[in-house]
């Protein structure tokens, strides 16, 4: 008798590419039936949101990482607005010839964006209590229904969820996995635009997938009809104190409104295995107890002295790079030191888990460092089992100058590129990037908790993406996520055995090419309002 557990396992096998074969995909892309990257409910009171203004939001981007730094702004609408804007609102158009798209702050897999955001809110003025849709493309909330909670002073509920057919129409049976990295970087998003406002955020771990399912109204036949369905992922609790137990809300809406939009007129393929991961993933309710980060030095000094709302606008993913920027390595051991969770310090204090995902290096142009491939461990534990268990060939050798509270290794000495190359689906962008990596899970021990732990482990990669995105724009440079990659072939690269370790996400940082024939437009000139 198949269990979940044993669905989960199969399909991560299943969706690996392969040197010899990629995982089961469209094999092309049907234009005819490109997915709306908008979700919007028809019929449903609109509110639209005030923008922010250029000298709005005046924090800097460095303070974000300083407990306290920010102080505390008015919990008001607008300022939920400029929580949404920066999280998940559009950052610019992009047009080529007669086609122009949308790029939003956060990242995603192909830019389409599977994720959707709702917000419930109680006693803030200006917005009827209950549950609303965020709609990017026009800055608005849609109210999903009027509903009586009972929340914490000055705080409101975001509610996450993935729409996997934008995903699959282009991925195909892969595209599970990257519609939770994308959960993840969208957890990271709202991280920083609430600590840019000196609020907190916090993910209300223990919720089921029911209660957000049930809260949010996913689970309503009638609002969705045979409309692409939405799956429940994060509930989070944002605010000015998010501290106190939140139990799962129940009330029942007085009234529901809107009908979700069709977001391609028909499926040329549909992927049955997703489905299928998606219901062995199904979260319970759960009690666990919270982790807590240990102590650690002040996070390294950074020099940028830029706005976040800056920063977190001007973030894009790398499509080229030009094969010859460096960074130095104090650059480099400040990214991978933000990649460190902290007490009270974003994005990691979002989550309650300990660090499950580790990161192998490919160190191609940082000044300092000798090329090579590096393992850095975002917890001490994992070092002996490592040094135990990965190639035999590997030397083990701590980085030069490297702070004391980074577990940075250099195991290789080589010229990388090659290899970052070949192992990233022969991908030009691993080798001409500074340097690149590949996210190396606990996979085994993390999924004996629950089955659900898969979508947590995609979570935390996202999040990791995320923080390497913001620090790049930070430092000059740019990166990008990197979804297709051979697993295996990593795996083989680095002497892993078994189901202990999985590369779940690949990621490259350098200098950037830009595409001169493509013209940039501003992301609300549409709008025409303040």
């Known amino acids: 008798m198949t269990t979940p557990l044993d669905t989960v396992f ?26 709306d990257p908008f979700r919007s409910f028809a019929g449903s009171p609109q509110l639209a949101l005030p923008l922010l203004g250029a000298t709005t939001l005046q924090t800097r981007y460095a303070d974000l990482y300083q407990p306290g730094a920010p102080a505390p702004h008015a919990f008001t609408l607008a300022n939920i607005a400029a929580l949404l804007e920066l999280a998940f609102g559009l950052s610019a158009w992009k047009k080529y010839g007669a ?3 949308a790029l939003r702050c956060i990242p995603s897999s192909g830019n389409l964006h599977p994720t959707e955001a709702y917000v419930v809110v109680q006693g803030t003025d200006g917005i009827a209590d209950g549950v609303h849709h965020y709609l990017s493309r026009d800055h608005v909330l849609e109210q999903r229904c009027d509903l009586p909670a009972d929340l914490p002073a000055e705080t409101f509920l975001l509610g996450l969820s993935s729409i996997h057919w934008r995903e699959a129409w282009k991925y195909g049976e892969r595209a599970y996995r990257y519609c939770q990295h994308d959960a993840g970087h969208a957890i990271a998003a709202t991280r920083y635009a609430a600590a840019a406002l000196g609020w907190q955020a916090r993910v209300l771990s223990g919720w089921s997938d029911a209660d957000i399912a049930g809260l949010l109204g996913l689970d309503r036949d009638a609002d969705f009809g045979d409309a692409e369905r939405e799956h429940p992922d994060v509930m989070m609790l944002i605010g000015r104190n998010v501290a106190e137990p939140l139990t799962p809300q129940r009330a029942v809406a007085q009234a529901w409104y809107g009908q979700a939009n069709h977001l391609s007129p028909h499926h040329a393929h549909d992927w049955p295995v997703i489905e299928a991961v998606a219901a062995a993933c199904t979260k319970p309710e759960t009690h666990e107890p919270a982790w807590q980060a240990p102590p650690l030095p002040d996070p390294l000094s950074l020099a940028n002295q830029a706005r976040a ?3 977190i606008k001007q973030r894009r993913s790398a499509q080229e790079f030009d094969g010859n920027t460096s960074i130095s390595a104090d650059t480099l051991f400040r990214m991978l030191d933000m990649t460190l969770p902290r007490a009270a310090v974003p994005p990691w204090d979002t989550i309650d888990w300990a660090p499950r995902i580790h990161l192998a ?12 491939v590096y393992l850095f461990l975002r917890s001490a534990h994992l070092e002996s089992k490592m040094r135990a268990e990965l190639s035999g060939e590997f030397q083990w050798v701590r980085a030069e100058g490297c702070p004391a509270h980074l577990e940075l290794y250099r195991v290789a000495e080589a010229d990388a590129r090659n290899a970052a190359k070949t192992l990233s689906c022969h991908q030009d962008i691993a080798a001409d990037g500074a340097f690149s990596l590949g996210m190396l899970a606990e996979y085994e021990s993390s999924l004996a908790h629950g089955p659900w732990i898969y979508r947590q482990l995609f979570w935390e990669a996202g999040i990791l993406g995320h923080v390497l995105y913001l620090e790049a724009e930070a430092a000059g440079v740019r990166g990008t996520g990197i979804g297709c990659y051979f697993d295996d072939g990593v795996h083989d690269v680095l002497g892993i055995k078994g189901r202990w370790l999985q590369s779940l996400y690949h990621f490259t940082i350098g200098g950037a090419l830009t595409d001169t024939r493509l013209e940039t437009l501003p992301a609300y000139a549409h709008l025409k309002r303040e």
């Open 99 to 101: 086609t122009r798209w």
């Open 10 to 35: 199969a399909y991560h096998e299943r969706t690996k590419h392969h040197f010899q074969r990629y995982a089961a995909g469209p094999g092309g892309l049907d234009w005819a039936t490109q997915p």
């Open 309 to 311: 709302s800056e920063i």
């Open 361 to 372: 290096l490919f160190i191609h142009r940082v000044e300092g460092l000798v090329p090579g």
